[in-house]
């Protein structure tokens, strides 16, 4: 079993930044990409940013030179550092992992989800 336990919502202004972190633990094999999503009532998950074990990102059009996502594999930590917020960013933001457990065996891990809240 894996768990995800992120830190780092709260409430920002307009234009303000906050940063999220995420650390996995459990049963890890190799930790192949870990990332963040985000989820508004009424609308689906949506990826915001995710990084593999090589390094390489990828990000969501609209976050793209705001948002900036970095990991630590030693300590099995991703994060996400946001800059110039929007209102329209409020949401849940859920991390997230794709983990081999053994050799062969994968699969995707999901965090509790940490709210963020961009308002004046």
């Known amino acids: 079993q894996v768990q995800l336990v992120e830190s780092g919502g709260g409430l920002v202004q307009p234009g303000g930044s906050l940063s999220l972190s995420c ?3 459990g049963i890890i094999y190799s930790l192949v990409a870990m990332g963040w999503y985000r989820q508004t009532p ?3 998950r949506e990826l915001v940013a995710t990084v593999n074990n090589g390094g390489a990102t990828n990000y969501a059009d609209s976050v793209k030179g705001r948002f900036t996502i970095s990991r630590d594999n030693d300590k099995r930590t ?10 329209e ?7 997230y992992a794709a983990v081999y457990t053994t050799p062969k065996s994968w699969d995707n891990y999901w965090g509790q989800g940490t709210q963020v809240t961009v308002s004046s």
């Open 89 to 95: 960013e409020t949401a849940v933001y859920y991390c």
């Open 78 to 87: 991703v994060y996400l550092q946001m800059n110039s917020l929007k209102p």
């Open 42 to 44: 009424g609308n689906q």
């Open 23 to 25: 650390t996995a633990s």
